[in-house]
């Protein structure tokens, strides 16, 4: 698959899916920007860790979900790589609660950051796709995602995820002519960070027909093959990597 030499921006690249998802791009040989919020000692982790795989890569702080912030980070790569081909829209709040106890101000920070913010920095990006005649964006959606799913208790969440299937295929159809693709890569629950060691054994075991848990690296190949000319004709479309979870 063809990534080598291309120019990646991963938003929130720096750590959990974000950053298996650079390393793996920067590993095919892509040169790689990833984005972060405010984190800067995790983002100086990764980039060395691209280093060492000898990829070329910055890290850029910006909030996603501001429109100037988003404007000035695809500017900036840009500016240092001359052009934009992959754009992975990672960045993506999760909350628990029921509706009855989510503030205003919550629901606005689950929406704005898994739906603003791809809507923010995909626009900045295409201009520069469009004078390429050539561009993938790649949004990170949950698994479910592509039939808006329900779940008690992350009703901001799965409303947002559901959008952003339905503004991936929106752009999609507004961008294929100018070689623009658009697609979405469904996760599962990568890390149960509430549950014990024991039980999220025993969960995923339960949960994943094919044996074993998911890692970034298995959210990391569906990308890259998003991003690779073999996806040439894939647009619009939901890859959901959930070991047969959810089917
Ligand atoms: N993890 C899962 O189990 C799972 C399951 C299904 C779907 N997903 C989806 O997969 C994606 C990645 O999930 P994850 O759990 O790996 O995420 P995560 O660990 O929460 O990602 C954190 C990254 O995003 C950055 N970030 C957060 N808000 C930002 C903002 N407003 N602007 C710029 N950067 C921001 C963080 O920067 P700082 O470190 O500086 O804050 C960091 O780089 C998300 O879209 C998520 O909804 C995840």
Same mark, same amino acid.
């Given at each position: 698959?063809? $990534?080598?030499?291309?120019?990646?921006?991963? /938003?929130?690249?720096?750590?959990?899916?974000?950053k298996? +998802?650079?390393?793996?791009?920067? =590993?095919?040989?892509?040169?790689?920007?990833?984005?972060?919020?405010?984190n800067?000692?995790?983002?100086q982790? /990764?980039?060395?860790?691209?280093? !060492?795989?000898?990829?070329?890569?910055f890290? +850029?702080?910006?909030?996603?979900?501001?429109?100037?912030?988003?404007?000035?980070?695809?500017? *900036?790569?840009?500016?240092?790589f001359? =052009?934009?081909?992959?754009?992975?829209?990672?960045?993506?709040?999760?909350?628990? &609660?029921?509706?009855?106890? /989510?503030t205003?101000?919550?629901?606005r920070?689950?929406?704005d *950051?898994?739906l603003?913010?791809?809507?923010?920095? *995909?626009?900045?990006?295409?201009?520069?796709?469009?004078?390429?005649?050539? &561009?993938?964006i790649?949004?990170l959606?949950?698994? &479910?995602?592509? =039939?808006?799913? &329900?779940?008690?208790? $992350?009703?901001a969440?799965?409303?947002?995820?559901?959008?952003?299937?339905?503004?991936?295929?929106?752009?999609?159809l507004?961008?294929?002519?100018?070689? $623009?693709?658009?697609?979405v890569?469904?996760?599962?629950? +990568?890390?149960d960070?509430e549950?014990?060691?024991?039980?999220?054994?025993r969960?995923r075991?339960? =949960?994943?027909?094919?044996?074993r848990p998911?890692?970034?690296?298995?959210v990391?190949? !569906?990308v890259?093959?998003?991003?690779?000319?073999?996806?040439?004709?894939?647009?619009?479309?939901?890859?959901?990597?959930?070991?047969?979870?959810?089917?």
């Amino acid at each position: 698959m063809t $990534i080598r030499h291309r120019v990646a921006l991963v /938003t929130g690249g720096s750590r959990g899916i974000g950053k298996g +998802i650079a390393m793996s791009l920067g =590993r095919a040989g892509a040169r790689v920007a990833l984005s972060y919020r405010s984190n800067k000692t995790a983002a100086q982790n /990764t980039l060395r860790q691209l280093q !060492a795989l000898g990829c070329e890569c910055f890290a +850029i702080e910006a909030d996603a979900t501001d429109p100037a912030q988003a404007e000035s980070l695809v500017g *900036s790569v840009t500016e240092k790589f001359g =052009r934009l081909d992959l754009l992975v829209n990672n960045v993506g709040a999760f909350n628990w &609660g029921t509706v009855a106890e /989510t503030t205003v101000e919550e629901w606005r920070r689950v929406l704005d *950051s898994n739906l603003l913010s791809v809507f923010c920095v *995909s626009r900045a990006a295409l201009p520069a796709m469009r004078r390429q005649r050539w &561009g993938r964006i790649i949004n990170l959606g949950a698994v &479910g995602a592509e =039939r808006a799913f &329900g779940q008690a208790t $992350i009703s901001a969440y799965a409303a947002a995820k559901a959008a952003v299937v339905a503004f991936s295929r929106s752009l999609a159809l507004e961008e294929a002519k100018n070689g $623009i693709t658009v697609n979405v890569v469904n996760p599962p629950n +990568i890390d149960d960070k509430e549950l014990s060691a024991e039980e999220a054994r025993r969960m995923r075991d339960a =949960r994943f027909p094919v044996g074993r848990p998911p890692s970034a690296d298995d959210v990391a190949e !569906a990308v890259k093959f998003l991003a690779s000319d073999s996806a040439d004709y894939v647009t619009g479309q939901v890859l959901s990597v959930s070991g047969g979870w959810m089917m």
